[in-house]
């Protein structure tokens, strides 16, 4: 199933504190979608509003035209899965085991998983590389480990949409490469609407096909990453003098500072 995801002048906050307002924006199947901007700009609490975690002040954010807000748990969770910045993961639990929690929101009250669930389960961990550890227990696993193992339980809902929220940051380069390598081709041969947050702005600039800037509670620049990963735009709101090259084997924006 191929999905839209839409935010119609969205303002999201905590409370009467708005942190991002009235935002406009689309992601479509296919597409990997970057957002970035500083620390506490609101890229976190955009993730929480997409999932449905925290619904919007004002304003509507849209999967396929349908509210969010309007969609029961498990009708969301077989639609968006969210792989979160930091979550804390039952340590007495296998790595198969978490990964089919993925499985929940097709399963009934009492319902087992099945012959199937297992077979998705067992797909998402190939594709992660987390089969080799599925019978070790989470508390044994590392930081990284245990950030594939969360990426891995997304893939197991078979989601239409993937949201993000930093999901390379405990993970060394190899790791970083393959994760981002996975959900790219994802988005390409599978359709998904993949969103995504991350600090590093160059695994951005070459993995996601548009780039959302992220500034003073707005939507400063959207486009190709070419378009939004320049001095002009960059160094504005990072506060510091910044210079871009283009990256010698990638031709994508190399971002130094």
Known sequence: MKTRLCFDRATIGYGDDPVLREISFEVIPQEVLGIVGPNGVGKSTLVKAASGILNPMNGKICIDGKEISRLSPPE??????VVPQATKLPEAFSAR???LMGRTPYLGWLDREGESDHRIAHEAMERTNTSYFAHRKVGELSGGDQQRLLIARALAQTPSVLLLD???AHLDLKHQAEILNLVHS????????VLITLHDLNLVA????RVALLSNGKVRKMGKPEEVLTPEELAPVYGIEIHVTSHPIHGTPLVLS
């Open 97 to 99: 085991d978490v990964v």
């Open 76 to 81: 969301r969770a077989r639609l968006i899965a």
């Open 166 to 168: 930093e999901p390379t």
């Open 186 to 193: 994802l988005a390409k041969e599978e359709g998904l609407t």
């Open 206 to 209: 070459r993995y996601a096909d």
